[in-house]
């Protein structure tokens, strides 16, 4: 190499490095501005309009029946709309259908790439979607025929990702149609009918995910919408009207954005991160509206873990609580309006012992479902009148 080109090389690393510093120092400069700006949050107004914490305790959440089937640890459920029936993935290879009323298994199938990361029911309930290590998205039909080594065969296979699929959600309303999230950047919209992407979010795209996306949500009000999570510890409000570019991007996490979903009104979403909070923002202005803090877990009587990852987490069917689970076994019941946890599953009786992975509820709001690395499911049953909250 000639020494021209030598320096040439030295400096445009050196550009590199300055430029660099120079966005880490106005990123640094926005964050707190921003602050300066939050001259408040939800709980403060609400403590100071004289609002009181929700009544909420361990009669109002009890755990009636424990799904035990997997010999690995469990990393995603979900509910069918009509609320009696479970899917499950884990580290065993295999998805998991069972009743959620008896118990009972009726599908155990058998995956063709052990290494589930997410799984996901159709908005009728027909069909479930899996993704993973294979960098690909798996739909079986639950009315087909058994294979004669007895496992149900794969329908369709959406492949187009270059890493791994982490997560993945059916639009609302609508069987054939998908979005996925994955290690290579970009969410995806699937026509499951054809199996080819209908739209690309981010990825190659600039204005797109800058890092692994691990989480997403769909507007329940608003389908075309949708929010992601990601390793950068942004999350990123898309419109599938529009691909190019990210509505809006939402700050404030200082590490992985492992879950996010849609408050009940579609205003607003929550998220969950490895830096041990939940937030609270509004799609429409793009302000965080609240923090729930490991500070409060702990006084909560929390584990002994001072910053445990937040690892799912979901909203009652009001919005007044927030289900979040953690990476050292608790499960928090917040009440959204003053930041404050009214329960911990983690110190009942019949806790999981081990991470609690995910969690998800009923459509109808009646129970909770968590899921953990101790190979167990755990179905919680809301009280008399607490499936309104």
């Known amino acids: 190499m000639q020494r021209s080109e030598m320096s040439s090389v030295a400096e445009l690393k050196e550009r590199h490095m300055a430029a660099t510093e120079t966005l880490t120092s106005l990123r640094q400069r926005l964050r707190e501005r921003r602050l300066q700006l939050l001259d408040t949050d939800v709980a403060t107004y609400a403590r100071a309009q004289g609002k009181s914490p929700v009544s909420f305790g361990p009669t109002d959440l009890v755990c009636c029946r424990i799904l035990q089937g997997h010999t690995g640890k469990v990393y995603s459920l979900d509910w069918t709309p009509e609320k009696n029936r479970i899917v499950s993935a884990s580290q065993d290879g295999r998805l998991i259908v069972w009743n959620a009323l008896t118990s009972q298994k009726t599908h155990a199938i058998k995956l063709p790439c052990a290494w589930v ?56 309303d609508d069987d054939t149609h998908l979005i996925t999230g994955s290690g290579d950047q970009a969410c995806v919209l699937w026509d499951i009918t054809t199996g080819l992407r209908t739209s690309v979010f981010g990825g190659e795209f600039q204005s797109g995910k800058t890092a692994d996306v691990l989480s997403v949500s769909i507007n329940g009000s608003n389908s075309r919408m949708f ?48 830096d041990g909070t939940c937030r609270l923002f509004d799609i429409r202005t793009g302000h965080q509206l609240q923090v729930y803090s490991p500070q409060q877990q702990l006084q909560n009587g929390g584990n002994n873990n001072p910053n445990p990852d937040v690892t799912s987490i979901a909203f009652s069917i009001s919005g007044r609580l927030l289900f979040a689970s953690y990476s050292n076994g608790d499960c928090f019941v917040w009440d959204t309006l003053l930041a404050e946890v009214v329960l911990n599953l983690g110190t009942l009786q019949n806790s999981h012992e081990s991470r609690v992975s995910c969690l998800g509820l009923a459509a109808d709001g009646s129970a909770l479902c968590t899921g953990s690395w101790d190979t167990s499911l755990k179905i919680w049953a809301f009280g008399g009148h607490r499936t309104v909250i």
């Open 117 to 172: 990361m997410t799984c996901a029911f159709s908005p009728t309930g027909q069909s479930v979607a899996c993704g993973g290590l294979d960098s690909m998205c798996s739909i079986f039909n639950l009315s087909t025929p058994l294979e004669k080594d007895g496992n149900l065969p794969v329908s369709r296979t959406l492949s187009g990702h270059k890493g791994y699929v982490s997560t993945c959600q059916y639009v609302p």
């Open 227 to 274: 929010v992601s999570g990601s390793c950068d510890a942004t999350a990123r409000l898309w419109d599938t009207r529009v691909a190019s570019r990210a509505v809006r991007t939402f700050y404030g996490h200082e590490g992985d954005v492992n879950s996010v979903k849609f408050f009940p009104d579609g205003n607003r979403f929550g998220t969950g991160s490895d």
